[in-house]
Every structure is written in C-alpha cells, then in structure tokens.
C-alpha cells in the first residue's frame, strides 16, 4: 500500500490519539505517562480494539521504539503488532 493509498485504513475520520485521552487512562496510567514524559516519551496513538480495551503506544523521543502503556502503569516493549 503506497502513501496515499487509503482503501485498508479503517482508521479514517478518527484521531490517532483522542482529544480526551487524560480521562481515558487510568489513574496509574497518567501517573506513568507524566514521569516518562519528562524523559521526552509521548503517546504515539491509541489502539482500540472492538470489544477490547483501548491499547495506548507510546513513542521515545528518538521515535525508534515504541512501547505499551499498562492499565497498571507498566511499560511492555513487547509489541505483538507491527508500527506502520
């Protein structure tokens, strides 16, 4: 699929991260996110799965890795999909 091929993307008309993503996270997550923000990590998008919980990726500042951000606050760097 080439850049400005949109035929697969199902994400049309929805914001990578939504606009009340604080609200969205649990307490321990925004507790995490406001410490790894301050060694420059921010979230890169939130996955939402139907029927599943909302997964949100994180990004560091070099953006080479990406990692999960726990409901419990824990940070996974074991991604079981890949980042386009």
């Known amino acids: 699929m080439d850049a400005t091929d949109t035929s697969n ?3 049309i008309g929805v914001d990578a991260i939504p606009k009340d993503i604080k609200a969205r996270l ?7 996110l406001a410490q790894l923000q301050g060694f420059g990590w ?3 998008f939130v996955r939402r799965p139907l029927f ?8 560091d500042p070099s953006g080479e ?4 951000l726990r409901e419990d606050g824990s940070i996974d ?4 999909f890949t980042i386009r």
């Open 65 to 68: 890795q990406h990692a999960i």
């Open 26 to 32: 649990t307490e321990l997550q925004r507790h995490a």
């Open 42 to 44: 921010a979230i890169k």
């Open 52 to 59: 599943q919980d909302q997964i949100v990726i994180l990004v």
């Open 77 to 80: 760097r074991e991604l079981d």
């Open 9 to 11: 993307e199902r994400r």
